[in-house]
């Protein structure tokens, strides 16, 4: 004998308590809901709309410093902590979750070139104008000592400062590039390629033994510790300002140049450039990945804030303020939530990483909502009026102006390239990509 037997699960249509929502039964069988398509369209655009409304990325302001902001680092185990020096050569630490500083040392005369500091977080280095390389210990609190724990006086001006990923090594750069040990007070080994200087140096966060470098030669040189000589360079058609390691990806790396463009590389090839990052209307100072290695971070000469999708051409965010200056410096997080910038205006600035982003503790209901809010954007961001809105931004009157010159300018370089081609004999003129133009020659 068959019986037959109704079974509900009680947690589907009851509330667990008097204030929670009533809890109704949905069939989702498509031929029940012919309007799905429209209605999540219209999801989509609002969740759009409001995402521009709630973008507001600036949350404060550290000021204290009485110089322009020359550098800064991250603490690697700290999220809340952060290190600045400026151009009169003080080093300031900051506490991000208080918003003040901890503790402020003059450590060099002159400008402090650069920061590094050890992947322990104890201790950290620092380079400067009067040809120093000094070592500081740091408290677990953020406290410095008053004296630094050794100071080395170089030859010639250190430029930047760089610390090994995972050994008790440094690289600095200067007239040449130096990898030095903790315990000496001499180079271990010092690589040179031409009579040029040095003004970027970044070891490879994954293949560790790989150091980037970028000369006033308009070259960026790769170097590995291990050998006797540098690997290889490649010379652009303008100088390169610094250097940034994908934390993801061991081979890929983003230079920031004085042609207003980012050139992201593979070092296995770089005869050509894997993606040419341009939005910005004056030479970038700097640049910084996320930790997820997926976005990068530039600061601009053009006073403004870009981020970047790390295999897209054009950024998508840019952020501003009227009393911001030129943008010297800026770092990316660890937790991938916030950016931080220094410029010469002598502040940091603390920035969203998502504009529109809710901080704070996030409800089950809100997660979800956020959740099925990005799905629907995703699903609808090539249509005409969401693409529209999300990518609108308001820009300063200079940058605006600067970018319609720029489009002119470009239009005009093609077309009169086009009248050359015609006018020419077939493969006199011939067609150049865009990621080779700025590329003069590799060497190795």
């Known amino acids: 004998m068959k019986i037959k037997v109704l079974s509900r699960n009680p947690d589907d249509y009851l509330r667990e308590t008097k204030r929670d929502i009533q809890k109704v039964p949905r069939n989702y069988d498509p031929a029940l809901h012919p309007f799905e398509a429209p209605r999540e369209y219209v999801r989509a655009l609002n969740a759009t709309k409001l995402e521009r409304v709630f973008a507001k990325p600036f949350l404060g302001a550290l000021d204290g410093h009485r110089d322009g902001v020359r550098s800064l680092c991250k603490h690697p185990t700290a999220l809340s902590l952060l290190l600045s020096g400026a151009c009169d050569g003080e080093v300031k ?19 402090v070139q650069g920061l590094c500091m050890h992947q322990s977080g104890r201790y950290f280095f620092s380079v400067g104008n009067d040809k120093t390389i000094k070592q500081w210990s740091l408290s677990e609190c953020g406290q410095i000592e008053e004296e630094p724990q050794s100071t080395i006086l170089g030859k010639t001006i250190f430029t930047s400062i760089d610390h090994h990923w995972s050994e ?38 994954i293949e560790t033994n790989i150091v980037g470098s970028c000369a006033s030669d308009r070259s960026i040189i790769l170097y590995d510790m291990r050998g006797a000589a540098p690997l290889r360079k490649v010379i652009l058609k303008l100088r390169s300002n610094t ?26 090839k770089l005869s050509m450039p894997v993606t040419v990052h341009m939005d910005h209307v004056s030479a970038v100072m700097d640049v910084d990945y996320s930790p997820t290695g997926r976005e990068f971070a530039s600061a601009g ?91 609108h931004r308001h820009v300063p009157k200079m940058i605006y102006n600067q970018q319609k010159e720029m489009k002119i300018i470009r239009q005009s370089q093609k077309r009169k390239e086009a009248n050359r081609r015609k006018h020419s004999k077939p493969g006199a003129v011939p067609f150049v990509p865009e990621r080779k133009k700025s590329i003069i020659k590799e060497v190795e």
């Open 243 to 268: 250097i940034a390691w994908n934390p993801m990806e061991a081979f890929i790396f983003t230079v920031a140049n004085e042609d207003y463009n980012l050139y992201s590389f593979d070092m296995r």
């Open 93 to 111: 630490v900051w506490s991000l979750a208080k918003r003040s500083c901890l503790q402020t040392i003059q450590a060099h005369e002159g400008m």
């Open 301 to 391: 000469y053009d006073k403004v804030v870009r981020i970047f999708p790390a295999d897209r051409t054009h950024s998508r965010e840019i952020y501003h303020t009227k009393r911001m200056q030129r943008v010297e410096t800026v770092r990316w997080s660890l937790d991938n939530k916030y950016i931080l910038s220094g410029s010469d205006e002598m502040n940091i600035r603390i920035w969203k990483a998502q504009a529109s982003e809710k901080l704070g503790v996030l409800k089950p209901r809100e997660k979800t909502a956020f959740n099925y809010n990005s799905k629907l954007k995703e699903k609808f961001a090539f249509h005409p009026e969401v693409k529209r809105i999300s990518r």
């Open 168 to 205: 008790n090594k440094y690289a600095t750069c200067g007239q040449q590039l130096d990898i030095w040990d903790e315990d000496r007070t001499e180079p271990v080994r010092s690589f040179t390629w031409g009579v040029d200087s040095l003004h970027a140096v970044k070891f490879n966060p």
